[in-house]
């Protein structure tokens, strides 16, 4: 199994950008998934969650400016990011899990199977 994050890249505060998340040896259509950063100097972060079913979940610090969405066809997660801001510069991770059930567990770490490597995004002031 590997996930593959791309995207990434330098954005002025304010712009745009769109994460992709390729994966090869499993389907996402079987799947939760969900987005995580990293910012320097501190832990990781829950940014975005979909479940196998349609249900998304998002931080406090990026609803309404972030979407996570799936192609089934391409078997690739998606995550949308508007009015981008200094603070989410980061290193974004994409996550896959195969948990029965996901409603209570989406922002754990630990509920996650498979990982990225991680894309770079940096929102200059």
């Known amino acids: 199994v590997q996930l593959q994050a791309s995207g990434g890249g330098l954005v002025q505060a304010g712009g745009s950008l769109r994460l992709s998340c390729a994966a090869t040896?499993?389907?996402?259509?079987?799947?939760?998934a969900a987005w995580f950063r990293q910012a320097p100097g501190k832990e990781r972060e829950f940014v975005a969650g979909?479940?196998?079913?349609?249900?998304?979940y998002y931080a406090d610090t990026v609803k309404g400016r972030f979407t996570i969405s799936k192609v089934i066809a391409k078997n690739t997660i998606y995550l949308q990011m508007n009015s981008l801001k200094p603070e989410d510069t980061a290193l974004y991770y994409c996550?896959?899990?195969?948990?029965?059930?996901?409603?209570?567990?989406?922002?754990?770490?630990?509920?996650?199977?498979?990982w990225g490597q991680g894309t770079l995004v940096t929102v200059s002031s």
């Open positions: 040896g499993l389907a996402f259509s079987g799947y939760h």
């Open positions: 996550a896959a899990s195969r948990r029965a059930s996901y409603s209570g567990a989406y922002d754990y770490e630990n509920a996650y199977n498979y």
């Open positions: 979909l479940s196998r079913s349609g249900v998304t």
